[in-house]
C-alpha cells in the first residue's frame, strides 16, 4: 500500500530563508508524487508532481523538489520564503491501483513565516 | 484552465436536515470526480470516488447512505450528507480529472464548510 510522510508538522522560518519541508513515501512501485499547498480555509493549489520523468521538478512559486528513489523522499525547499507562502502544504502520492488514481495525503505540515 | 467550483462555499444547517454540495468543472470534462472530508487542522481523507454515470465507490468507513453522492454528467458531481448531525460539520473538499487521462492530476474546488448546529 501507498503511504507518505511528513517529518515536521510546524515548520517556522524568517522570510528571505530557506524553506525545506519533508516528505517521505513508502510504494510498491514507481509512484506519482505531488506537492499541495492549503491556504486557511481555502482549497489546495498544485504546486509541482513528479510522474518519472525528471528527478528535480520545479513547481509554482520558486519551490521545487527532488524525488530520491534511494531514500524515498521528496521534500520540498524553496530558496528565499515570502511572507504569503505560509499556509498548510501537503505531500500527495498517487495510488494508481485500479486505474485511477486514489490521492493519499500526509499529515500536513504548516510553515510559518516571521518577518 | 482547470477550474473546479464548489457551491455552497459554506453553509449552516439544523440536525435532522439534509445538505447538498455541488461540486463544478468549469473548463474541462471529468469522468471521474472525488470527494474528501478535512476536519479542523488535519489532512484530507478520501470520502468516495464518482464516476459519472454510474454508482460511487465509497471508501472504508464511508456510509453510501448518508453520504449521497450523484455525478450526472461530465462536469457536475452531487455530495448530500442526508440527516446531518453536527458530527458531520467538517470541511468537504471535491476534486476532479480530466477525462481519459487516469493518471491525471486532480484539480480542487475550494471547499465547502458545513455547521451542524
Known amino acids: 500500500a501507498q503511504s507518505v510522510t511528513q517529518l515536521d508538522s510546524h515548520v517556522s522560518v524568517s522570510e528571505g530563508t530557506p524553506v525545506l519541508l519533508r516528505c517521505n513515501y513508502s510504494s510498491s512501485y514507481s509512484p506519482s508524487l505531488f506537492w499541495y499547498v492549503q491556504h486557511p480555509n481555502k482549497g489546495l493549489q498544485l504546486l509541482l508532481k513528479y510522474t518519472s520523468a525528471a528527478t528535480l521538478v520545479k513547481g509554482i512559486n520558486g519551490f521545487e523538489a527532488e524525488f530520491k528513489k534511494s531514500e524515498t523522499s521528496f521534500h520540498l525547499t524553496k530558496p528565499s520564503a515570502h511572507m504569503s507562502d505560509a499556509a498548510e502544504y501537503f505531500c500527495v502520492v498517487s495510488d494508481n491501483a485500479g486505474g485511477y488514481n486514489k490521492l493519499i495525503f500526509g499529515a500536513g505540515t504548516r510553515l510559518a513565516v516571521h518577518p | 484552465g482547470a477550474v473546479v467550483s464548489q457551491h455552497p462555499s459554506r453553509v449552516i444547517c439544523k440536525s435532522g436536515t439534509s445538505v447538498k454540495i455541488e461540486c463544478r468543472s468549469l473548463d474541462f470534462q471529468a469522468t471521474t470526480m472525488f470527494w474528501y472530508r478535512q476536519f479542523p487542522k488535519q489532512s484530507l481523507m478520501l470520502m468516495a470516488t464518482?464516476?459519472?454515470?454510474?454508482?460511487?465507490?465509497?471508501e472504508q468507513g464511508v456510509e453510501k447512505d448518508k453520504f449521497l453522492i450523484n455525478h450526472a454528467s461530465l462536469t457536475l458531481s452531487t455530495l448530500t450528507v442526508t440527516s446531518a448531525h453536527p458530527e458531520d460539520s467538517s470541511f468537504y473538499i471535491c476534486?476532479?480529472?480530466?477525462?481519459?487521462?487516469?493518471?491525471?492530476?486532480?484539480?480542487f474546488g475550494p471547499g465547502t464548510r458545513l455547521t451542524v448546529l
Open positions: 464518482s464516476n459519472e454515470g454510474s454508482k460511487a465507490t465509497y
Open positions: 476534486s476532479a480529472r480530466v477525462a481519459g487521462r487516469l493518471q491525471g492530476t486532480q484539480y
